[in-house]
């Protein structure tokens, strides 16, 4: 029997939708909610190693850019995809940050003044308490950016300079934080970083397709794995936000062996109702999680009376964590999707009627 639950797709559903491609979403999602918990240092450093690098070179995939597209239509698209929703979930769990939030935990302790997240809204920067209120939203507007440079090499049609642009850029990025730069507004510096994966993504859109023998995406699967370990355990942890990338060469490495192993997870998986569901619904996840943290903590300190303590490094007990607040976001998820999916930067709702997936 296949999941079925009312939902709004990233787009309109089609044929042409490659159910991997969301299923290899959601396996980021989770590890991104996983790798937020308290587990071991090893774990954290494998999973840091590429679960960010990963949703650029998807976004990559799954970026659509016309030669004959104007600049106007480009920037209207991604206003609509991705800084609207950024300006409305950042106003959303600021001010349950400044009501709530910033009372209780290790924020209690910060003293943080509401000015500076406020101000960190327009700045975006996910270091130094600018975005306490939701870190992880700083992977949008670093999105933008990073989509809005490739928009403009991807014009020049030319496909040379295009490769010595973005090598360049690559360059002046890794520069940046080897003099310890500014950081720049909307995470230009870590876009700049990023470019080269997010291409690799958008050239690479059919080469996955013809991976569908079992036993080869097996056999990819383990030699991606062990590279990941190896690196991950060599390189130290990575944190893109925090501009820890170790030895660069190595960074790449880890990164696409981890997309690699990923992808042909997705591949093996190919078909997975719940899955793909989650894979649609990232953006949700990406910018409540911490929210659903807050609340999944308060249960157990307050309902259950847990110490959260024994979170510490018990990879089952924090597997259970990930999974109740990951759950918690399902009805939220449904219904900004069938009731305001302007949120998420749709424009057409879909039918609140159960859709199988």
């Not at 989770?30 to 949703?55: C, D, E, K, Q, T």
């Not at 950016?145 to 030319?158: A, N, P, Q």
């Not at 093996?268 to 807050?294: D, M, P, R, Y």
């Not at 903590?297 to 024994?310: A, P, S």
Request: charged residues 10%; glycine residues 6%; positive net charge.
């Amino acid at each position: 029997m296949k999941f079925c639950l009312p939902y709004m797709m990233d787009v309109p559903m089609n044929n042409t939708r490659k159910e991997w491609i969301d299923i290899a979403k959601a396996i980021g999602i989770i590890l991104v909610v996983f790798g937020h918990l308290a587990l071991p240092v090893r774990m954290v450093n494998f999973i840091y190693s590429f679960h960010v690098p990963l949703f650029f070179f998807l976004s990559g995939m799954t970026c659509s850019i016309k030669r004959n597209s104007t600049v106007t239509s480009f920037f209207g698209k991604k206003i609509d995809s991705i800084v609207v929703p950024y300006f409305i979930f950042s106003i959303i769990t600021y001010g349950f940050w400044v009501l709530i939030g910033r009372r209780f935990g290790a924020d209690a302790t910060y003293n943080i003044e509401p000015l500076k997240p406020f101000l960190g809204i327009f700045y975006s920067s996910g270091v130094d308490f600018w975005m306490q209120h939701n870190t992880p939203l700083w992977f949008l507007t670093c999105l933008f950016v990073t989509e809005t440079l490739f928009y403009f090499i991807f014009m020049l049609k030319r496909t040379v300079v295009a490769v010595v642009l973005i090598a360049a850029l690559s360059a002046l990025g890794f520069f940046w934080v080897s003099v310890n730069g500014p950081r720049l507004p909307w995470g230009i510096n870590i876009a700049l970083c990023a470019l080269p994966i997010f291409s690799a993504g958008y050239f690479s859109k059919s080469i996955f397709d013809g991976l569908s023998k079992k036993s080869l995406i097996c056999i990819v699967i383990c030699l991606c794995l062990f590279v990941s370990i190896v690196v991950s355990s060599s390189n130290g942890r990575v944190d893109m936000n925090y501009w820890e990338y170790g030895n660069v060469a190595l960074f790449y490495v880890g990164a696409f062996s981890g997309v690699l192993m990923v992808i042909s997870l997705s591949r093996l998986i190919e078909s997975n109702g719940f899955l793909a569901w989650v894979g649609k619904n990232t953006l949700v996840i990406l910018c409540l999680h911490n929210l659903a943290f807050t609340f999944v903590r308060g249960i157990m300190v307050y309902i259950f009376h847990v110490d959260l303590n024994v979170f510490t490094g018990a990879i089952l007990l924090n597997v259970i964590f990930c999974a109740l607040s990951i759950v918690m976001l399902i009805p939220v998820a449904i219904g900004i999707n069938n009731y305001a999916p302007w949120i998420v930067g749709k424009k057409r709702l879909l039918s609140p009627a159960l859709n199988p997936v």
